[in-house]
């Protein structure tokens, strides 16, 4: 059965290092022929979440690519020890499109696979700590398995490959981490 996982990244900047993060780890996975794809959160039109505002079109786009998703992986860049205001506005526009009664939320029972690029030694480990609790309060299953890139202006080749093998290692291990995830959720699912 094949296993579709949605790598996002949280930042809208130029040169991110963690969209190349997100399509380092997006080539991982379909190297190992699992259908991944990248998807770049600052193409969605969302206004800043105000509950007054009708729900926009392209968060139902949004939260149906979540939906359809087996497992999420995230790149998530640490703004003042927490994430960046795109990520966050998308995933409260994202949790207000109801999926169905028994599953709220697009995120529901959903494995979720946490990491993070900065330039700072700590790779943007504070952050992804709020990450996980926001995505646990959606029902999201988030691994204990993280990933933290520190000093994210050497940690890319000119390919966008991770030049640490031992940081590559650790991708591919939170990787196989979340395709267990995702078969056990399947196994009980459906
Ligand atoms: C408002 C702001 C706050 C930041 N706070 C942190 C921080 O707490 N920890 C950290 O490691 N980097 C911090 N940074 C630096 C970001 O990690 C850096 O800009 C990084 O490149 C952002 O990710 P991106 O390249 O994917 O956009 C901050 C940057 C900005 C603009």
Redesign the pocket.
């Known amino acids: 059965m094949s296993i579709k996982i949605l790598v996002l990244?949280?930042?809208?900047?130029t040169?991110?290092?963690?969209?190349k993060l997100a399509e380092t780890l997006k080539n991982i996975l379909s190297d190992k022929e699992f259908d991944a794809k990248c998807l770049r959160l600052s193409d969605y039109k969302l206004p800043l979440f105000n509950a007054d505002l009708p729900l926009p079109v392209e968060a139902e786009t949004l939260a149906n690519e979540i939906w359809q998703c087996d497992g999420l992986v995230i790149?998530s860049?640490?703004?003042?020890?927490?994430l960046?205001p795109l990520l966050k506005n998308a995933l409260d526009w994202a949790s207000r499109v109801k999926i169905d009664d028994e599953k709220p939320y697009a995120f529901y029972e959903k494995s979720c696979y946490l990491t993070a690029?900065?330039?700072?030694a700590?790779?943007?480990f504070?952050?992804l700590k709020h990450l996980r609790d926001v995505l646990t309060s959606v029902g999201g299953l988030v691994l204990n398995n993280q990933l933290a890139v520190g000093n994210?202006f050497e940690a890319f080749d000119d390919a966008g490959n991770l030049v640490d093998e031992r940081i590559k290692k650790m991708a591919v291990a939170g990787l196989d981490d979340l395709v267990v995830s995702i078969k056990r959720v399947q196994a009980v699912t459906r």
């Open positions: 990244s949280g930042s809208n900047r040169d991110s290092l963690n969209q790149a860049p640490e703004y003042n020890g927490s960046a690029c900065s330039p700072g700590l790779g943007g504070r952050g994210g």
